[in-house]
């Protein structure tokens, strides 16, 4: 099934992008203001990583597709509030696309399902990125911190 959900997804790829280049403000103002050919290259990738997703689904892929996009977002100055808004955007985007492409039917049915499970997995990776961060910072402020109590007595 992963295969047929790659060919949907490459026979509705150019909308798609077209879609997220046309609606960047709406995903973020600061997609706003790059020039449209850097901002397609940027959303490009997304849409080709998200088709090799649906031909071989891999949570470790994901992953790696989803940490480089989300330091891309924060090299660009978002926070991660807004990354994991951005992530989310994108795909609800890419559903509407979905939706208003194809024609219903229980293929259609079956391949938007697996996009909003690509997109609740994908926001669950940033999720999950940002949470390990934050862990490994009070870690390290709770070693540098005298007087708190989890430090280690040598």
């Given at each position: 099934?992963?295969?047929?959900?790659?060919?949907?997804?490459l026979s509705?790829?150019?909308?798609?992008?077209?879609?997220?280049?046309?609606?960047?403000?709406?995903?973020?103002?600061?997609?706003?203001?790059?020039?449209?050919?850097?901002?397609?290259?940027?959303?490009?990738?997304?849409?080709?990583?998200?088709?090799?997703?649906?031909?071989?689904?891999?949570?470790?892929?994901?992953?790696q597709a989803?940490?480089?996009?989300?330091?891309?977002?924060?090299?660009?100055?978002?926070?991660?509030?807004?990354?994991?808004?951005?992530?989310?955007?994108?795909?609800?985007?890419?559903?509407?696309?979905?939706?208003?492409?194809?024609?219903?039917?229980?293929?259609?049915?079956?391949?938007?399902?697996?996009?909003?499970?690509?997109?609740?997995?994908?926001?669950?990776?940033?999720?999950?990125?940002?949470?390990?961060?934050?862990?490994?910072?009070?870690?390290?402020?709770?070693?540098?911190?005298?007087?708190?109590?989890?430090?280690?007595?040598?």
């Amino acid at each position: 099934m992963a295969n047929s959900h790659a060919e949907i997804f490459l026979s509705l790829r150019i909308e798609m992008l077209d879609t997220l280049v046309e609606s960047r403000h709406s995903i973020d103002d600061s997609f706003g203001t790059l020039p449209e050919p850097m901002i397609r290259r940027q959303f490009k990738t997304v849409v080709d990583q998200m088709q090799r997703y649906l031909v071989s689904p891999s949570p470790a892929q994901l992953q790696q597709a989803v940490s480089t996009w989300s330091a891309t977002l924060l090299g660009m100055g978002l926070s991660p509030r807004s990354v994991l808004r951005t992530v989310v955007t994108m795909g609800d985007l890419l559903v509407q696309v979905s939706k208003q492409e194809l024609a219903p039917g229980p293929a259609t049915n079956l391949f938007v399902r697996e996009v909003v499970r690509l997109n609740f997995n994908a926001a669950r990776e940033v999720v999950a990125l940002f949470n390990d961060e934050l862990e490994e910072q009070r870690a390290a402020q709770l070693i540098t911190e005298p007087g708190q109590g989890n430090n280690v007595i040598s």
